[in-house]
C-alpha cells in the first residue's frame, strides 16, 4: 500500500490481498482482543452512509479502539485547490484539515463520492487523494464515485468463503437500472479484484454505460497477469448464462456525468436490467451478490434478494472483518 | 417480551416488570461493572432527543460496552412497505437496514414518533414494528407516538423509591396544553405500568383527547388484575383532588392526528389546563411528576416545577438506571 | 476555577495556570493512563467544530472516558431566559436541559459563538452561563464569541516550549482580513493568558476593532501585576517590529456586531492586514501562531504559514494535551 493509506484495490498486490483476507478469516472466527486499544480512527462523512459508518465503528470497538465521527453538517466547507486565495465559501483548507487530524488521531477514513463535475474531474478524487497527500497517518477510502476498495475486500471474502478457489471461476458483474445516478465506486473496485483473484469476469451493461477506460485496462493486465479473463458484453441474457456469481449494481454513465436529466433520459429504456429470477435461471445456480443498499424491485426483485443463492447480508457483515484485518495490518 | 424485544410497556408481565425494577435500583447502588465489554447498542433517531440519548449512551458506558448512534441526517429515506417496487425515494428498504445491522450491533434502539398521517396509520408503530420483525437482535423502543416504555419505567422506578409501596396509590395522569401537536407515548406507557403496579390511576383530560381506546381498555384490564383501577375525568380540579401523584403532559388529539391547524383550534381554549400551586395544593400532598421536555409556564408552573414536590429529575436520572437493567436482561 | 468550571481564562490564577501547563507537559510526554475510566463528557456544539470537537474526544479516551456529543441538529430549540412563559419557539429551558445532563455526564463543555444581538447582548455569553449556572457539574467554555480559553492555553503551552520562558517576551497579537465576521474568543482569551504570563503584548488592529474594553482593563491590570504591558497599535507594520511571537487573527467589530453588512464594508479597505513575508521580516524571526481555521492567501500567506517558524500545528496539537491536564483537575 503507498504510504500504508488504503485508497484503491490497486494500492495492494496479490500476496497482500491473500493476507488480508485471511486475516480477516481469523479475525471472524476469533475475535482478535485490545489490539487497536486506546488508537482512534478519524471517520469523515460527506455522504450518508449505514454499512460503512457502523462497520468500522464496531470494527474498532471490536479491537478495543475508538472511532470519532465527523460528517459534512459538523463542518464548514474545505478548500482542496493548491496556492487558493481563499477569500470564498470554504474556511480551511484540506491540507490544515488533513494536518491538524492527524495530530489527533491515528488513522484517517474519507466518504466523497458526491458527483461535483465532469467525470474526468471526478474520477481524480481530488478531496480523498488531498488528505492522503498531507495526512501523516493513514487514509482509507470510504468510497468515491470512482472506487470503494472496502466493499471489494468484503465481496472476495464472501465468494472465497461460498466457492474456496476464485482462480477460473465466472463472475459476471450486471449493470442494473436505478432511478438514480449511482458512483462506479463499488464495481471498479470489485471488478480489479475479482481480476487479480484470477477470475473470469463478464462485464454486462448497455451501451453508453463503458466503466472507467483506465480502470477496465488495468483489470485486464491483472486478469492476464493472474490467470483470468475480463470480457465485456451489452446483452444481459447472454452474460448471465453460465455464471457462477452474479454480482447486481447499477451504475452512472461517465459520458453525461454532470448532466443527471441527461442520464435520466438515457435510462429510461433500460429498465428491463433488473435482475430476476429468470435471468437467475440461466446461470449455473449462481450466488446472487449486492453490495446494498438496493431498490427492491427495481434493481433486483425480492424473490432472488431474499432467494437461497443470496449472500447480500453476507457481504455486508463481512465488511467489519476485512475492516478488522485492514486496521490491525495499518494500525497495529 | 416477545423475541426478547422492548416495543411496549405491554410487552412486560407484573413479575417481569419487578425483576426490572430490582434489577435497575440494585444497580443504581453500585456500579455493576463491565458486563456488556465488547457489546454494542445502535440507536436510530428520527427526532431529536435529549435524555433518551444520552442516558441510553451512559448506560452503555457504565456497562462497558458501547453506542452507535445514527440520526436520521445520516441516512437516507426508507421504504416500510413489503414488496414495494422502490422507485420512489426511498434508497433502501427498512428489512435490508434491519437485517444488515443485525450483524454488526447487539441491539437496536428505534426513534420514530413523527407525525406520517391518520392516527390508525400512526398507531400501527411501521417503522418500528418493521425493525422489530426482520432484525435478528433485540430492538428497543425509544419512543413512538404510541408508547414510550423506557420512559414509563423510569417512572415507576421514581413513584417506587418515594412512595414505597404503589398497589392502591392515587395518580392523576393530567393532560396539560401545550402550542405543538405531541404524542401519545409517555402517556400510554405510563397509564399500563401503573395500572399493572394496582394503582388507582385517574386519566384527567379536556373531551376530545381521549387517548387510544385499545390502550384504555388494556390498562382496564391489568387494572383490575391487579387491584387497581382506572378512571377517566374531563374535570381537571376534581380529578387532581386527592392525588398522590400528579402526572403532567400534554398529548395530541387523535380525532385530527393529520390536521395540526384544527387540533391548534380546538386546544385554544384549553390553556387553562396548566399545573400551578393552586391545583397542586388540592392534592393529597402530591408529588409532581413530568417526562420533559416541559414547556415552563405553559404546561406547568416555575413553582411546581421547582417545588419540593418535584421529582422531574429524578425520573430522567432513572432513565439510566433502568436502561442499564434493561440492557443487561436483553443482553448479558 | 469558580465552583470548578472553565469558562474564561481568568478563572484561572497564574499558580494554576502554571500548574495546569506543567501538567500538559507531562501528560503529553507520557500518557497519564486510564484515569477517567467510566467518566463522561458531554459536549454540546452549536456550531461546526473540528478542532475542539476532535481534540476533546481524543483527550477523553486517551484518559479511558467517554465523550458524549450532541450538535444543535440532534436538540430542539432551548430558552435561556428566566421566567419565560414557554409559548414560542423553544421546546426545553436551558435549566432543564443542564439539570438533566448533569444527572447523566460527569462534566458539559459548550460551544455557543454565534452572533445572535448586538455585542452589549452577546459578551454576556447567556447560553454558555446558564449551563455552568444550573448545572451540578463542571462546565467547560468551547468557544463563545467573548472567549476561547481552551484555545488560549494550547497556545501558552506552546510559546513556552518554544520560548522556555515567556516573561517580558514580546508578543504581537495581529488583527487580519476575513471575509466574514469572526468572533473575539481567542483573542480575548490568549490576550488575558499572555497578560498574565508577564509577556510584553502588542494588539494591533485597525480603528475600529477594538477589542472589549473590559477585557482590554483587566489584561492591562494582569501584565501589571506579573511584570508585562499590553499596547495597543493601529500600525501593523511597527507592531510586527521586534515581535519575537507573531499571533495572527481576525475578529469582528463589536460596534457594527448585529450589522454584517456594515462591517463588511468597514473591513473592504482593510485587505492589506495580511501576514506575508515582508511584515515576518520586520519581527525578530517570530513565531508565526494562529488558532486555526486560517483563510490561506488572505489572513496570512502560504509562504508563512508552510514557513520555518509556523507553529500552527503545534498550537492544534496541544489542544488534547492542555484539555487531558484540564479533565484530570476537574474530574479526577
Known amino acids: 500500500m503507498s504510504k500504508r493509506d488504503f485508497l484503491s484495490t490497486a494500492d495492494l498486490s496479490r500476496p497482500e490481498l491473500d493476507d488480508l483476507l485471511d486475516l480477516a ?49 459538523d463542518l464548514y466547507e474545505l478548500e482542496p485547490e493548491e496556492q487558493a486565495v481563499m477569500d470564498g465559501a470554504a474556511e480551511e483548507h484540506v491540507k490544515d484539515a488533513a494536518r491538524t487530524l492527524s495530530r489527533y488521531v491515528d488513522a484517517l477514513g474519507i466518504r466523497s463520492a458526491a458527483r461535483s463535475g465532469t467525470w474526468a474531474h471526478d474520477r481524480q478524487e481530488l478531496l480523498l487523494r488531498s488528505y492522503a497527500k498531507y495526512a501523516g497517518v493513514p487514509v482509507l477510502n470510504l468510497e ?66 463503458e466503466v472507467d477506460a483506465a480502470v477496465l485496462d488495468r483489470s485486464r493486465k491483472l486478469a492476464q497477469e493472474h490467470g483470468g479473463s475480463v470480457q465485456v458484453s451489452n446483452d444481459r441474457q447472454a452474460a448471465a ?74 457481504q455486508a457483515a463481512n465488511r467489519t472483518h476485512v475492516q478488522k484485518a485492514l486496521l490491525m495490518q495499518l494500525l497495529k
Chains 1, 2, 3 share one sequence.
Not at 488508537?39 to 479502539?65: D, H, I, N, W, Y
Not at 465506486?185 to 463478464?202: C, D, F, K, N, R
Open 25 to 73: 478469516a481469523r479475525a471472524k472466527g476469533k475475535r482478535p482482543g485490545q489490539v487497536l486499544a486506546g488508537k482512534t480512527l478519524g471517520l469523515l462523512f460527506f455522504q450518508p452512509s449505514l454499512r460503512t459508518r457502523v462497520s468500522f465503528e464496531v470494527a474498532m470497538v471490536q479491537l478495543g479502539g475508538h472511532c470519532i465521527n465527523l460528517s459534512s453538517d
Open 144 to 209: 468515491t464515485s470512482f472506487e470503494h476498495p472496502c466493499q471489494a475486500l468484503a465481496d472476495v471474502l464472501t465468494m472465497r468463503e461460498n466457492l474456496v478457489s476464485l482462480k477460473g471461476r465466472r463472475l459476471t458483474l450486471q449493470w442494473c437500472y436505478h432511478p438514480e445516478p449511482k458512483s462506479l465506486g463499488p464495481t471498479h473496485s470489485i471488478l480489479q479484484a475479482a481480476a487479480m483473484m484470477g477470475m473470469q469476469v463478464t462485464l454486462a451493461h448497455p451501451l453508453g454505460f
Open 241 to 314: 448464462r453460465g455464471a457462477e456469481v452474479l454480482y447486481a449494481r447499477s451504475w452512472g454513465c461517465t459520458k453525461h456525468w454532470d448532466d443527471a436529466e441527461r442520464e435520466a433520459m438515457v435510462k429510461r429504456s433500460l429498465q428491463d436490467w433488473r435482475v430476476d429470477e429468470a435471468l437467475m435461471a440461466s446461470t449455473q445456480n449462481a450466488l446472487l451478490m449486492h453490495p446494498l443498499p438496493v431498490r427492491r424491485n427495481v434493481a433486483a426483485t425480492d424473490a432472488v434478494l431474499d432467494g437461497p443463492r443470496s449472500v447480500i447480508y453476507e
